[in-house]
């Protein structure tokens, strides 16, 4: 009886495509929720709504993407959990650009899919990030797995999906990424020029000098270096750095934007580093030539290394 009615609990506000496909997914959960139960492994079991929410922000944001709506569908109800923001795609394509304008902490994603197949997506991943990536694959796609594992991919779930299995493996991944040291190492320390941010230590040096910014600052200047040429809008810069609706967004951002100009550039004015893009937003500079570096350091010694 508990069973029934924490599935139909699972089920009330779901849509699956076809009665047959909605029936092998029933049945799948079913078997699954049972083993699950009998194994002791409910309380992790976060592929369905009877654990507690909790009511607050989402930690981990995790990318499913699949060609086949119904694999998403269920992937969403087997990782509903209030600790997870769940995304969607269904290509390549559509992943690589959540990726890229997405925090992304954890990538689900099948093999074969079209207009960009998993393994190539998962290449372009990696050129610019260590996310985690899980593949789903058919039993049959041995050497798929074999290729996938060998460029990139950290771990891979055979289908049919297993709930408990899914919620085991991404909590395993989640772990290694965020919590024993294994996240972006390419990103523990950027650089825009002359400015240098060391995320490990959480300090700037500014050609070799340390600069003392507030948490605040110091967040936005990080999400901008970490996208050098990317402009963000006071409402995105708002939205990632304090987490909140972006009431009031342009004034607060560009008041953190002039401190941390008047910290960082030589001119405030007329910034090297930290640029705006009229009627759009603001972008980290890409990495300054030989010669504009030369041009940069002179600037400075004619000032007496004043900012």
């Not at 990318?63 to 998403?72: F, T």
């Not at 890229?100 to 079209?114: A, K, N, T």
């Given at each position: 009886m508990l069973i029934a009615v924490l599935l139909e609990w699972v089920h009330e506000d779901y849509d699956f495509h076809t009665a047959d496909r909605r029936n092998i997914l029933w049945e799948n959960e079913q078997k699954y929720l049972v083993d699950g139960?009998?194994?002791?492994?409910?309380?992790?079991?976060?592929?369905?709504?009877?654990?507690?929410?909790?009511?607050?922000?989402?930690?981990?944001?995790?990318?499913?993407?699949?060609?086949?709506?119904?694999?998403?569908?269920?992937?969403?109800?087997?990782?509903?959990?209030?600790?997870?923001?769940?995304?969607?795609?269904?290509?390549?394509?559509?992943?690589?650009?959540?990726?890229?304008?997405?925090?992304?902490?954890?990538?689900?994603?099948?093999?074969?899919?079209?207009?960009m197949?998993?393994?190539?997506?998962?290449?372009?991943?990696?050129?610019?990030?260590?996310?985690?990536?899980?593949?789903?694959?058919?039993?049959?796609?041995?050497?798929?797995?074999?290729?996938?594992?060998?460029?990139?991919?950290?771990?891979?779930?055979?289908?049919?999906?297993?709930?408990?299995?899914?919620?085991?493996?991404?909590?395993?991944?989640?772990?290694?990424?965020?919590?024993?040291?294994?996240?972006?190492?390419?990103?523990?320390?950027?650089?825009?020029?002359?400015?240098?941010?060391?995320?490990?230590?959480?300090?700037?040096?500014?050609?070799?000098?340390?600069v003392a910014l507030t948490p605040t600052e110091y967040e936005i200047l990080k999400l901008l270096m970490q996208h050098p040429g990317k402009v963000f809008s006071p409402k995105e810069i708002y939205q990632k750095i304090w987490n909140d609706l972006p009431y009031g967004s342009e004034n607060t951002v560009a008041v953190h934007i002039r401190h941390i100009r008047e910290k960082l550039e030589i001119n405030p004015a007329e910034p090297r580093y930290l640029k705006v893009v009229w009627g759009q937003g603001y972008k980290c500079e890409k990495t300054e030539g030989k010669d504009e570096k030369e041009g940069r350091m002179a600037e400075r010694r004619g000032m007496g290394g004043v900012r």
């Amino acid at each position: 009886m508990l069973i029934a009615v924490l599935l139909e609990w699972v089920h009330e506000d779901y849509d699956f495509h076809t009665a047959d496909r909605r029936n092998i997914l029933w049945e799948n959960e079913q078997k699954y929720l049972v083993d699950g139960l009998q194994s002791g492994l409910a309380a992790s079991f976060t592929g369905v709504k009877y654990l507690l929410r909790e009511g607050h922000a989402a930690m981990y944001n995790i990318l499913i993407c699949d060609d086949e709506r119904d694999i998403v569908n269920a992937l969403k109800i087997y990782l509903n959990d209030a600790n997870y923001a769940l995304f969607e795609a269904f290509d390549g394509r559509e992943a690589l650009k959540i990726v890229e304008e997405q925090d992304i902490h954890l990538v689900l994603m099948d093999i074969m899919m079209p207009q960009m197949d998993g393994i190539e997506a998962m290449v372009k991943i990696r050129e610019r990030s260590n996310v985690p990536v899980i593949l789903l694959t058919a039993k049959s796609e041995d050497a798929d797995k074999i290729l996938g594992l060998t460029v990139g991919a950290d771990d891979y779930i055979t289908k049919p999906l297993n709930p408990v299995e899914v919620s085991a493996r991404v909590r395993s991944q989640l772990r290694r990424y965020m919590q024993l040291g294994a996240g972006n190492v390419r990103q523990e320390v950027l650089r825009c020029g002359g400015i240098e941010l060391d995320d490990t230590e959480k300090k700037v040096l500014l050609d070799g000098e340390e600069v003392a910014l507030t948490p605040t600052e110091y967040e936005i200047l990080k999400l901008l270096m970490q996208h050098p040429g990317k402009v963000f809008s006071p409402k995105e810069i708002y939205q990632k750095i304090w987490n909140d609706l972006p009431y009031g967004s342009e004034n607060t951002v560009a008041v953190h934007i002039r401190h941390i100009r008047e910290k960082l550039e030589i001119n405030p004015a007329e910034p090297r580093y930290l640029k705006v893009v009229w009627g759009q937003g603001y972008k980290c500079e890409k990495t300054e030539g030989k010669d504009e570096k030369e041009g940069r350091m002179a600037e400075r010694r004619g000032m007496g290394g004043v900012r």
